[in-house]
């Protein structure tokens, strides 16, 4: 891809899959997997509240071509760790399509833990890693020293990509990557060249546009990042969402020059 990142996460947060029906969701996923035509790989979240459209979602991205799927904890209801065994145990069953459980605990209310994740890899062969946004260093230090080093674990918080690749982290899901793909990719590069005097100011910069875009209205941000940059996406979001008005978009890229961004 131009911009130089490493794969693609379809249908998470910013691409707005929870609000998207089943019918929308598969169609985002053939669409990109059509369009990235094997460039890079492709993650689809798959993840939902309920066990079966999960599980239709998973099949689709199997079908497909799809090189593996996200699979959000369950929300809404509070379950018990033998709950969430069971949920990925029961889709892992149907498939091989390899599998990154994906633990958000500030938005599902559930947090899996360590050794139901362990287990999980234990038992079923496609469940290859996880995608962790849980914000806790603690959590991600306890899962990257028990789980084996063939368990991939990918860091979903952007405040935390520098401590989490140093840890011992493969990559990051990136939610700024949306907007500042370029920024990402050299973080990332100077970690592995181990320039960490400018990885880490990096790092800081990235703080400073998370700070600046989470002022704004969420997901329609990054669509008005994208319009400025001549990508051509229409400043629409999915209900209840809002829409980012003219005033906001200025003040949002005044904010953005300032730092050097734009």
Known sequence: MKSGIHGLFICGTIGEGPLLGIDQREAVAENAVDFVNGRVPIIIHTGTERLDKTSELTLHAEDI??????IVVPYYYNYSQKELFEYYKEIAR???IPIFIYNIPSRTGNNINVSTIKRLNTEFSQIIGLKDSS????FLSEVLSNLPKSFIILIGSDALIFPGLLLGCKGAISTISNAFPELLIELYNKIEERDLTMAKEIQFKILQARNILSMHSYIAVYKAILRL???PIQNIVMEPL????SEEANRLFEALKRIGLI
């Open 229 to 231: 940059k001549g990508i």
């Open 135 to 138: 914000k806790d260093i603690i």
């Open 94 to 96: 149907k498939t091989e």
């Open 65 to 70: 071509g799809a090189d593996a799927v996200g």
């Open 242 to 245: 809002h829409k980012i008005s």
